[in-house]
């Protein structure tokens, strides 16, 4: 079974830049999450989609954040303008439904700089 | 207030000797405890769950969990520690209520030494 799979690995940006991630989850799992990891930190919640609908978005800095999931399946994850503070690593992860074990994909590694 | 917490922050054992890592929770609806595992530059795999079946789980890698709800506990332990289980290490508690809620705890760093 492939896993949750994630792009890009690895930017690079300047502070005021743009970026976005991609994020495919597990084939049939409806529940998506982004979390952001800080290094040294735990994972911090972003949002939480069942199907293509938002379940938990209270965590995402809505003036710099945003996501969607079209059609209940990839989704993606967009700063925009990036500030110093946002150098995290970008982890996707899905689960069979929102009482299930949640799966993580390897993470998007961002550094603005 | 549901929290978890991991009592460690950092645990250095000799290769061989036994690994215990601590999660305590605090609940008011029966949670499922999951622990995680963050290699350097690698996401997050599970290595075990307890939901609400047998209290003691094995997990991968020789991990094995016992769950205990008169003292809201879930540690993780190894009986000999190998050189390749240094990492991060993630207890989790999922809630489940009007609306699930996922409840990460701070992590423990586990270090080996030969």
């Known amino acids: 079974e492939a896993g949750v799979a994630q792009s890009p690995r690895y930017k690079i940006i300047e502070k005021r830049q743009s970026v976005a991630f991609w994020c495919n989850p597990i084939?049939?799992?409806?529940?998506l999450y982004w979390y952001q990891q800080i290094l040294g930190q735990g994972p911090k919640l972003l949002i939480q989609?069942?199907?293509?609908?938002?379940?938990?978005d209270s965590q995402l800095p809505k003036d710099r954040f945003s996501a969607e999931r079209l059609k209940g399946v990839d989704s993606t994850l967009k700063i925009q303008p990036a500030k110093l503070e946002d150098s995290a690593v970008y982890l996707c992860a899905s689960s069979p439904r929102t009482r299930n074990t949640i799966y993580f994909g390897e993470g998007s590694w961002l550094t603005v700089v | 207030a549901q929290s978890v917490t991991q009592l460690d922050s950092h645990v250095s054992v000799s290769e061989g000797t036994p690994v215990l890592l601590r999660c305590n929770y605090s609940s008011s609806y029966s949670p499922s405890l999951f622990w995680y595992v963050q290699h350097p530059n690698k996401g997050l795999q599970l290595l075990l769950k307890y939901t609400s079946a047998a209290t003691l789980v094995k997990g991968i890698n020789g991990f094995e969990a016992e769950f205990k709800k008169s003292e809201t506990s879930f540690h993780l332990t190894k009986p000999s520690a190998h050189m390749s289980d240094a990492a991060e290490y993630f207890c989790v508690v999922t809630l489940y209520s009007s609306a699930s809620k996922i409840i990460f705890g701070s992590g423990t760093r586990l270090s080996i030494r030969p």
């Open positions: 084939s049939g799992h409806a529940t």
């Open positions: 989609f069942q199907n293509n609908g938002v379940v938990d």
